[in-house]
């Protein structure tokens, strides 16, 4: 995976093995091998300044990039899943890319930050205050219910933290607070969709939001191996700019 990322970085690529029975052969049977067909994002191979980083520009830190790339790994795993899946595989459309990158960064966050407005015991407090206003026992329980979840974050405002950490970069070039709610209603619009709500987002909206979004997650990885602040704006912003 970390070969994503870095274009001098090769890997050999394994062939899958099959194992199968016939009637002549019932066992060890008969063992295909062969090697999964995937359709690449590019035609060609990339140039060397798509890639994140390359050896070259990330030598100063070369052991520790490698160590925070297996502490990432087993940290994040599912974050770069969803990222290596929906950005280096084609056969995706515009809204399950949209869905990924989105789960990807609400993931990212819940891993590395509090996703809790209140502490629990500040929480609860206030929990007991609203339930104790309420003199039928039906409505209570309705109530609690409902504040169940009333704790954490929503997602504009975690996607508002990660824009804002590397506001630098982004801030120029786009409104914080009006992308992280744009995100987040599209998000939902696909999520939970309402059928009296029919509601249809421009393709081109789509794609700037999927571009914009991937910037940011790029970046708060790229900060996790351990690259300065310095590499981060110089490699990012330029694409920011183009949103």
């Keep these: 995976e970390l070969s994503t990322f870095c274009p001098d970085i ?8 099959i194992v199968g029975q016939t009637e002549q052969n019932p066992w060890p049977g008969v063992r295909i091998f062969y090697q999964l067909i995937e359709t690449s994002e590019y035609e060609k191979e990339p140039h060397r300044d798509e890639y994140l980083f ?6 100063s830190i070369l052991g520790e990039l490698i160590e925070n790339w297996f ?21 995706l459309f ?10 990807a960064l609400d993931t990212y966050y819940a891993k590395q930050f509090n996703s809790k407005l209140l502490s629990s015991g500040e929480f609860k407090t206030r929990r007991e205050k609203i339930k104790n206003l ?38 120029d070039s786009i409104d914080i607070k009006t992308v992280s709610k744009l995100a987040t209603h599209i998000r939902n619009v696909y999520s939970h969709p309402s059928k009296s709500e029919q509601e249809k987002i421009e393709k081109q909206t789509i794609f700037d939001m999927i571009c914009i979004l991937r910037y940011l ?27």
Aim: glycine share 2%; proline share 5%; charged share 25%.
């Design 54 to 59: 390359t050896l070259e520009n990330s030598q």
């Design 217 to 243: 997650l790029e970046s708060w990885l790229l900060q996790d191996l351990g690259f300065p602040r310095e590499y981060i704006e110089s490699k990012m912003r330029p694409m920011v700019e183009l949103y």
């Design 94 to 103: 515009l809204e399950n890319k949209y869905i990924a990158i989105f789960q």
């Design 134 to 171: 309420i003199y039928d026992p039906s409505f209570q329980n309705w109530v609690c219910r409902g504040l169940q979840n009333a704790n954490y974050k929503p997602p504009r405002v975690k996607l508002e933290e990660m824009f804002t950490h590397f506001s630098s970069i982004f801030s």
């Design 10 to 17: 090769q890997v050999i690529s394994n062939p899958i093995e």
């Design 71 to 91: 502490r990432t790994e087993d940290e994040a795993s599912i974050v770069l899943n969803l990222y290596l899946s929906t950005f280096y595989r084609q056969r």
